[in-house]
Structure formats: C-alpha cells, structure tokens
C-alpha cells in the first residue's frame, strides 16, 4: 500500500519538470512538424486557390495521382496478405528457420530504399541478371509501372506483419485451440477467432503500409526513369516541378500529399482509440467473470 502510495505521488510531483518536458515535446513538434506543414500550405496558396487548383488538371500531375493510387492500390493487398500470413505463421506455430523469417520481415528497415531500388535495377535492368532474357520476352519491369509497384512491396512490406506479429503472440493460441476441438478447420477458425482479435491492429499496419506506399521517393525515383506523364508518382512529380522552379505547383501538389497523411493520421487515431475501447471492454468481462 504504501509502496503504491509512493509512486504515485512520484508521478504527480515535481510540476515543473512536467511542464517543461511537455513544452520541450511541443516546441519539438512545432519546429520539426507543424512549422514545415504550415510553410507547405502557405505556399501552396500563395497564388490564390484558382492556381492551386489548377495545378492539379495538369496532365502530368493526374499522372503522377493516378500512378501513386496504381501503385498503393496493388502493392498494399499484397502485403496484407504476406502480412497477415507471416503473422500467423510466426505467432501460431513453430517452425525451423522462424527466426531466419522475422529477421527477413525487418530487412527493409535497414536497408536504404535506394539500395532496394538499385537492386531491382542490377536484376531486372536491361544490363541486369533477367534484363536480356525479359528484353527478348518484351517484358519490360524496370522504367515501368511493374518496377514501382516491385520496389514499393519491398519497403512497405514489414508494416502489416510486424503490427499483427506482436498483437497475435499476446493473445496466444487458447482461443484457437479450442475452436478446432470443436471441431472448426484451420479456415474458419481464422475467419471467425483470429481475425476478429486483431481486425484494429490490422486495420493499423494496412494504414502505415498505405501511407509508405504513396509516399515513397527512393526507392522509386531508383526504378522509374522520371518519364513524365508515365512513371512518376506523386513525389517524383514534385521533385521535377520544385527543380523547374515552379514552386507554386510543387508545394500544391506536395500539398495533396500533407493532406494524405494529415486522413492517415486520423484514421490512424481511430482505429487506435477503437482498438484500446475494444480490449478495455475485454477487460472488464474478464473481470466480471472472474
């Protein structure tokens, strides 16, 4: 008792030094986030909202979004699917070389995304390992859309798996366990146990992939070629016009961008504050049955 009563008059002392952590915290926000978000709007709007707007019926600029969308649309089911599958595989089971796996899952968080993209290049490219044999074939990877959505799978695919992974082994394998003693398959004991546990957490990893995926500069701009109206995403597209000086356009459509991940982040939050509603739910049944 008295131990508790110690710690929590340790957290509720020393005011000032709370103020002053939550002022050096806001202040870091405001100089390194708020600040640089505010200047991208500003920009953008400088002109006034007809030139804002315009810089988005530009032909290249509705490239350049309906690529991203392209690429996002197909590398993020992919990876749910592989994420969703790893998870499971890591947190369920045991297996030889499970280590080796999660290992790999981390990979793209230590490798550069140019170097991803380079190494696509040096594969696919037409001096690379297939590049002859794919040229022959007319298969064309590298400076096309199947070469941004290659390199865009690989640094976005750790996002969904390492949010299931940790989520899945604290719930353990009771529930499932039981539902196949009841005679459920592996299918639908996924389908109606597992899934339903984890759908916030889930619904968290397809969001930061998502947002990594229409945002990614490197590891495209790598793969792409910069052919205008055909391989350019949304960032490669502002990189071009801010080097053409037309910094109106640049900060309209980086602006788009901002206001992506401005959804992202309140999505985000969301499926956060369902997700902590959902397991304090749980906990008060657990609590109520026991």
Known sequence: MNGGITRRRGMTENPWVRWGLTGIAVLYLGVFLFVPLAAVFAQALEKGVGVYLESFREADALSAIRLTLLTAAIAVPLNLLFGVAAAWAVAKFDFPGKQVLITLIDLPFSVSPVISGLIYVLIFGLQGWLGPWLTDHGVKIIF?????????????????????IPLMEAQGTEEEEAARVLGASGLKTFLRVTLPNVKWGLLYGVILCNARAMGEFGAVSVVSGHIRGATNTIPLHVEILYNEYNFAAAFAVASLLALLALFTLAVKSLAEWKFRAEL???????GGRS
Do not use: S
């Not at 304090?280 to 657990?286: H, I, L, M, P």
């Open 280 to 286: 304090a739910g749980r906990k008060r049944e657990q």
């Open 144 to 164: 096309a859309v199947p070469g941004l959505v290659l390199a865009t799978v690989f640094v976005t695919f750790p996002f969904v798996a390492r949010e299931l």
